[in-house]
């Protein structure tokens, strides 16, 4: 009897720790797709970062051409100032001959009068 009940221990011993093997061999799966799915997410943010960094440099890249234009457009525009200045100078002094000539004719024309 104690045999047999010593048998019937052992069988059940048996069983649990087959279902017990079953049970850690599923959660070793389990861990393994879960390790799966960690590499998976972080070679995504390895390459969300990597487009994050490209984005920042391809930003920074306009910015640093945007301020080269802005500060060309600067210079030309100083150029453009001083060339219309150099322009309204001379356009004062042409017109200041222009009104000694239209004078001169004027007094040349009662010259030529006074002459007739």
Sequence with gaps: LCVSSLKAQLLKLQVQLASSLV????????????????????AELAGLSAKSLQAESDASKKMADVESERMSMEGSLVESSRMLSLLQEEFSKQTEEYSEVQQQLGQSAELEQQLE
Excluded: D
């Design 23 to 42: 049970a850690i061999s599923e959660h070793e799966k389990q861990v393994e797709q879960h390790k799966g799915q960690v590499a998976t997410l972080q």
